[in-house]
């Protein structure tokens, strides 16, 4: 009799709670998730205006500054009309793909004489150490300018790599710096058309490449990560540069000129945006950025959901950290005009970097579905379905190829929505992991799926409760009950969003997403 009584209560103590509380709270959070929805629409509105003007227009950056060619047929010059390039391939554990990356580099177009590669190799494994090095003397006997470089402990991550190599004195003699990632391969002719919009252009820092991805079709995974870099590169980078001259480093596939990086304070690892970090100072000193979108970079995009999701807290937090560290460095900069600050605090800072994370999933995974629960709350037509669709419209512009995938972007990026919300908050509130470094694995020309035979098949099964993610499985089953309670008494329809958003979480839950490598 206690516990039918009990029972009775909680619907009692339900309905007083409800509304004075309940509603008014989810109210509250509705408008603050509307209020973010609107800011992202208006910034992606902005930008398909600039955009569409910069193509119309054809502010292409040759056209905006110098870039004739070097002369590389004066006998009085001979090389010397060159300058002289440092190229840094930093690597850690990269047996997959590190004879790429140093292949290319030393394949550039360039006058041997004034090319210096440096191999900055942090790998803990002694044979990867190994193999590494001994490509390095390979490419030392054919004449190549190269260097390896190790330290006696990984301080700084890649920051301290670079850090530490542009200490050596041979450096004092480069005038720019080539960063390249151990998965990038530079064409040849990569050098020839960057650095002359450094040469000719003394109010330049940095020229920016855009990558182009060798595995774009390995699986469904990749290709939606394409479709997200697309965007950032035909859109967000083109903009940024057309407008104010400044974008967001990549960390590769970039040449930048030292005495810029010297000026800013050089590298700083007091986040895991490193590159970002030096973007931000170097353009506060008054360094103007070019984005050069023909000039394309071969790349590897991670195809293992674990790879990925590191990679993604490492992007999402690293800004959100580096904001809070800088906002009011940028507010008290005397160098740049108020213009500049205003876009690097709002556009680049605030909606990119932490509202697009927050609002993705607060209001599409969480807000939404609780108001099915509270049918006295409303979300307009124009918040939940025109202001997204029009958004994810907008984002389709970078792959026009990957259009037919676009509802299965939107599944995908509502479940990344997840971590990189995660990850935002940990920056912003410099929690635990907020300095958390993970190398992203790169799996190269490596075999990635074996055929199963009976003798493994075991092994396979057990490995699969190491592939569950039980976080995405719980908010699976939350979209999949709120999508049934929705169809047996809702009138917003909005269970068909549920149950299709539930799926995308069961199956990056149970792992099925993403390549599967078998483990020795």
């Not at 030096?278 to 195809?303: M, N, T």
């Not at 049934?484 to 917003?492: E, I, P, R, S, V």
Request: include cysteine; charged fraction near 20%; hydrophobic fraction near 45%.
């Amino acid at each position: 009799m206690e516990n039918a009584g009990a029972g009775a209560q909680l619907p009692e103590a339900w309905s007083q709670v409800r509304a004075p509380v309940i509603v008014p709270l989810l109210r509250l959070a509705v408008a603050v998730c509307l209020t973010m929805s609107v800011l992202l629409f208006l910034e992606r509105m902005y930008m398909a205006v600039v955009i569409s003007g910069v193509k119309l227009l054809r502010r292409r950056p040759e056209r905006r500054y110098r870039c004739d060619p070097l002369p590389d047929d004066d006998p009085e010059l001979g090389s010397s009309a060159f300058p002289v390039v440092l190229v840094q391939i930093p690597m850690f554990n990269e047996r997959e793909v590190y004879q790429l990356s140093i292949g290319a580099v030393c394949g550039l177009s360039w006058p041997s004489d004034r090319l210096v590669v440096q191999v900055l190799d942090d790998s803990t494994d002694p044979i990867i150490k190994e193999m590494v090095r001994m490509e390095c003397e390979r490419w030392a006997h054919k004449g190549v300018n190269i260097t390896y470089q190790i330290r006696e402990n990984r301080k700084g991550y890649k920051a301290g790599a670079l850090k530490e190599g542009m200490k050596h004195g041979y450096v004092r003699e480069c005038e720019y710096v080539a960063i390249f990632d151990a998965d990038f391969q530079p064409d040849p002719d990569y050098l020839r058309r960057t650095i002359p919009y450094l040469v000719h252009n003394s109010d330049i820092a940095l020229v920016q490449a855009r990558w182009r991805f060798v595995n774009a079709d390995e699986c469904l995974m990749t290709r939606m990560q394409e479709m997200s870099l697309d965007y950032h590169f035909t859109v967000e980078q083109e903009v940024s540069s057309s407008v104010c001259a400044f974008f967001g480093f990549n960390g590769t596939a970039g040449v930048w000129r030292i005495s810029a990086v010297n000026e800013a304070g050089g590298w700083k690892d007091r986040t895991t945006v490193e590159d970002m970090d030096l973007a931000i100072r170097a353009s506060l000193k008054g360094w103007k950025f070019v984005y050069l979108g023909d000039v394309q970079v071969k790349s590897e995009l991670p195809s293992t959901f674990k790879a990925f999701r590191f990679q993604q807290h490492r992007w999402s937090c690293g800004p959100a950290n580096l904001f809070r560290k800088m906002l009011m460095e940028i507010v008290r900069n005397k160098k740049v005009t108020i213009w500049k600050k205003i876009h690097v605090i709002y556009n680049f800072f605030l909606v990119r970097k932490i509202v697009a994370h927050i609002v993705t999933f607060t209001f599409y995974c969480l807000i939404i579905p609780t108001t099915i629960f509270v049918p006295e709350v409303r979300i307009p037509k124009w918040g939940c379905v025109y202001i997204p669709t029009i958004i994810t419209l907008l984002n389709s512009v970078g792959t026009p190829r990957s259009f037919h995938l676009l509802f299965f972007w939107i599944l995908f990026e509502n479940v990344m929505s997840l971590h990189r919300t995660k990850a935002t908050l940990i920056g912003l509130l410099e929690a635990g992991r907020a300095n958390e470094w993970v190398v992203t694995e790169k799996l190269g020309n490596a075999m990635k799926m074996k055929s199963s035979s009976k003798s493994s098949a075991k092994k396979s099964f057990m490995r699969m409760w190491d592939r569950l993610n039980v976080t995405e499985l719980g908010v699976g089953a939350f979209l999949f009950s709120c999508g049934w309670y929705d169809l047996a008494f809702g009138k917003d329809h909005f269970f068909i969003y549920l149950f299709f958003q539930a799926m995308a979480f069961f199956i990056v839950g149970i792992g099925y997403v993403g390549t599967i490598v078998p483990q020795s």
